[in-house]
C-alpha cells in the first residue's frame, strides 16, 4: 500500500531563516507530487507540482521554491522566510495517468509552519 | 478554468441527524472525478467518497452518500447518522483527468461541520 510522509510535524522559524520541508511517497512509482498551503481556516492553495524528477511546475510566484531530486521526494524551500509564509503545509501524490488510482490525491500528514 | 463553490462555510447538525453539504462546479468538460474529503481538526486530509462524471449512480460509502446532478453542476454530499467524529471541515473537490502527465485539483472554501451531542 501507498503511503506519504512529511517532516516536519510542526516548526517555528524567525523571519529571514531557511526553510526545508519533506516529502515522501512510499509504495508507488513516478507519482505526481504537489505543495499546498493552507491558511488558518481557509481552503487549500496549490503551490507547485511535479510529474517527474527535476520536474518542477510553481502556480503562483512566491517567496519559495520547490525541488524533486528523487523519483518520490518532494522539497519545499525557502532562502528568507516571510511572516506571510505561515500556515499549514500539505504534500499529495496521485498515480500519472497510465497508473491505477490516478484520479484521486491522497495527502500527507502537514506541516505547521510558524514565522515569528 | 474550472471553479468549485461551497456556499456554506458552516454547518451545524444534531447528533443521529442528517446533513446535507452543497458543492457546484463550473466546467465544459464532460469526463471529470468529483471527491468529498475531510479535514478534522488533527488537518489530516481524508478521502471521504470518490465519484466518476461517466457514472450515473451516486457514490456510497457506509453513512456518506453524495447526489450528483451533472446538467445542474452538483455535487452534494449527505451525512446520515451524524457522528461527533464527523466534525470537520469538508472539502469539495474537482479533477479532469490529463491526456499527459499532470491531473489539477481543484478545491471548493470548505465548510465547517459541527456535529452537537
Known amino acids: 500500500s501507498q503511503t506519504i510522509h512529511q517532516w516536519p510535524a510542526t516548526l517555528v522559524q524567525p523571519v529571514g531563516s531557511p526553510l526545508s520541508l519533506e516529502c515522501t511517497v512510499e509504495?508507488?512509482?513516478?507519482?505526481?507530487l504537489y505543495w499546498y498551503r493552507q491558511a488558518a481556516g481557509r481552503g487549500l492553495q496549490l503551490l507547485f507540482y511535479?510529474?517527474?524528477?527535476?520536474?518542477i511546475s510553481s502556480e503562483v510566484p512566491q517567496n519559495l521554491s520547490a525541488s524533486r531530486p528523487q523519483d518520490r521526494q518532494f522539497i519545499l524551500s525557502s532562502k528568507k522566510l516571510l511572516l506571510s509564509d505561515s500556515g499549514f503545509y500539505l504534500c499529495?501524490?496521485?498515480?500519472?495517468?497510465?497508473?491505477?488510482?490516478?484520479?484521486?490525491?491522497?495527502f500527507g500528514p502537514g506541516t505547521r509552519l510558524l514565522v515569528l | 478554468a474550472q471553479t468549485v463553490t461551497q456556499s456554506q462555510p458552516e454547518m451545524s447538525v444534531q447528533e443521529a441527524e442528517t446533513v446535507t453539504l452543497s458543492c457546484t462546479y463550473d466546467?465544459?468538460?464532460?469526463?471529470?472525478?468529483l471527491f468529498w474529503y475531510k479535514q478534522p481538526p488533527s488537518r489530516q486530509m481524508i478521502l471521504v467518497i470518490r465519484?466518476?462524471?461517466?457514472?450515473?449512480q451516486n457514490a456510497t460509502e457506509n453513512r456518506f452518500s453524495v447526489n450528483f446532478q451533472k446538467a445542474a453542476k452538483s455535487f452534494s454530499l449527505k451525512i446520515s447518522d451524524s457522528q461527533l467524529g464527523d466534525t470537520a471541515m469538508y472539502f469539495c473537490?474537482?479533477?479532469?483527468?490529463?491526456?499527459?502527465?499532470?491531473?489539477?485539483?481543484?478545491f471548493g472554501s470548505g465548510t465547517k461541520l459541527n456535529v452537537k451531542p
Open positions: 473537490a474537482f479533477m479532469k483527468p490529463s491526456l499527459y502527465n499532470f491531473n489539477k485539483f481543484y
Open positions: 499529495a501524490w496521485s498515480a500519472p495517468p497510465t497508473g491505477t488510482h490516478q484520479e484521486t490525491q491522497y
Open positions: 466546467t465544459s468538460e464532460s469526463n471529470y472525478y
Open positions: 465519484q466518476e462524471a461517466y457514472k450515473q
Open positions: 511535479s510529474v517527474g524528477i527535476g520536474q
Open positions: 509504495g508507488t512509482s513516478n507519482p505526481n
